[in-house]
Protein backbone atom coordinates (compact mmCIF):
# COMPACT_ATOMS: atom_id res chain seq x y z
CA UNK A 1 0.00 0.00 0.00
CA UNK A 2 1.72 3.63 -1.49
CA UNK A 3 -0.45 5.52 1.63
CA UNK A 4 2.59 6.02 4.09
CA UNK A 5 4.37 8.24 1.94
CA UNK A 6 1.16 10.38 1.68
CA UNK A 7 0.14 10.16 5.44
CA UNK A 8 0.32 14.36 5.23
CA UNK A 9 -2.18 14.58 2.62
CA UNK A 10 -4.86 13.12 4.95
CA UNK A 11 -4.44 16.87 7.13
CA UNK A 12 -5.45 19.03 4.19
CA UNK A 13 -8.87 20.38 3.84
CA UNK A 14 -10.73 19.97 0.69
CA UNK A 15 -9.93 23.33 0.38
CA UNK A 16 -6.19 23.47 0.77
CA UNK A 17 -6.21 20.43 -1.25
CA UNK A 18 -7.83 22.55 -4.26
CA UNK A 19 -5.82 25.70 -3.67
CA UNK A 20 -2.57 23.08 -4.21
CA UNK A 21 -4.46 22.11 -7.57
CA UNK A 22 -4.49 25.29 -8.68
CA UNK A 23 -1.46 26.37 -7.34
CA UNK A 24 0.37 23.53 -9.75
CA UNK A 25 -1.63 24.34 -12.72
CA UNK A 26 -0.12 27.99 -12.30
CA UNK A 27 3.37 26.79 -11.84
CA UNK A 28 2.84 24.86 -14.92
CA UNK A 29 0.99 27.33 -16.98
CA UNK A 30 -1.88 25.07 -17.33
CA UNK A 31 -5.55 27.27 -17.30
CA UNK A 32 -7.80 26.03 -15.29
CA UNK A 33 -10.63 24.00 -16.56
CA UNK A 34 -13.79 23.65 -14.41
CA UNK A 35 -15.04 21.05 -16.54
CA UNK A 36 -12.28 18.31 -15.85
CA UNK A 37 -13.70 18.74 -11.93
CA UNK A 38 -16.31 16.93 -10.26
CA UNK A 39 -17.82 17.51 -6.58
CA UNK A 40 -17.96 14.93 -4.30
CA UNK A 41 -17.63 14.18 -0.45
CA UNK A 42 -14.18 13.41 0.56
CA UNK A 43 -13.53 9.66 0.92
CA UNK A 44 -14.42 6.29 -0.65
CA UNK A 45 -18.08 6.70 -1.59
CA UNK A 46 -17.48 10.53 -2.42
CA UNK A 47 -14.36 9.74 -4.53
CA UNK A 48 -16.48 7.10 -6.87
CA UNK A 49 -19.22 9.31 -7.33
CA UNK A 50 -16.90 12.06 -8.45
CA UNK A 51 -15.22 9.53 -11.10
CA UNK A 52 -18.41 8.44 -12.07
CA UNK A 53 -19.26 12.04 -13.04
CA UNK A 54 -16.48 12.41 -14.68
CA UNK A 55 -16.48 9.10 -16.78
CA UNK A 56 -19.84 10.44 -17.57
CA UNK A 57 -18.53 13.64 -19.38
CA UNK A 58 -16.37 11.51 -21.77
CA UNK A 59 -13.04 13.25 -20.51
CA UNK A 60 -9.57 11.78 -21.71
CA UNK A 61 -8.29 9.64 -19.63
CA UNK A 62 -5.02 11.68 -19.09
CA UNK A 63 -6.99 14.45 -17.38
CA UNK A 64 -8.71 11.83 -14.92
CA UNK A 65 -6.50 11.93 -11.14
CA UNK A 66 -7.46 11.13 -8.08
CA UNK A 67 -7.08 13.92 -5.52
CA UNK A 68 -7.69 11.56 -2.57
Known sequence: ???DNY???RDLSVSER???HELALKEH???F???LTADGLPG???G???MKRLLEKAIPPPFLLPTM
Open 7 to 9: EWF
Open 18 to 20: FEG
Open 29 to 31: CTP
Open 1 to 3: MVT
Open 44 to 46: EPG
Open 48 to 50: YIA
Open 33 to 35: DES
